[in-house]
């Protein structure tokens, strides 16, 4: 059993900061990429920002600059800090993992927490 669990969501005023960090949990042999998605009121999930295993990223253009992902693999955990917020910022934010579990055999999949909200207000 595999648990992604988000912390760190919260109320804002634009232009401060927050960082939201996620833990992966359980039979984990590996880690690929991590990534965080967001979701806003009435529009489509998008991606935020993905790191792989050895570091890599890539950033929604709209956040490059402001939000800064990172991992640290010996914990599994993925944080996104976010500066200089602005309330089209305001979503659920959630991240995924795309792992390999080992029990009797190795299991490959995505896994999701349940997100946490982020409102900036203006």
């Known amino acids: 059993q595999v648990q992604l669990v988000e912390s760190g969501g919260g109320l804002v005023q634009a232009g401060g900061s927050l960082r939201l960090s996620c833990a992966a949990s359980g039979s984990i042999f590996s880690i690929s990429a991590m990534a965080w998605y967001r979701q806003a009121p009435g529009k489509q999930r998008e991606l935020v920002g993905r790191?792989?295993?050895?570091?890599?990223?890539i950033y929604k253009d709209s956040v490059k600059g402001r939000f800064t992902i990172s991992r640290d693999n010996a914990k599994n955990t993925v944080d996104l800090q976010m500066n200089s917020l602005k309330p089209e910022d305001t979503a659920v934010y959630s991240c995924?993992?795309?792992?390999?579990?080992?029990?009797?055999?190795?299991?490959?999949?995505?896994?999701w927490g349940q997100g946490t909200q982020v409102t900036v207000s203006s």
């Open positions: 995924n993992a795309d792992l390999t579990t080992y029990s009797s055999k190795y299991y490959s999949r995505t896994y």
């Open positions: 790191i792989t295993s050895g570091g890599s990223t």
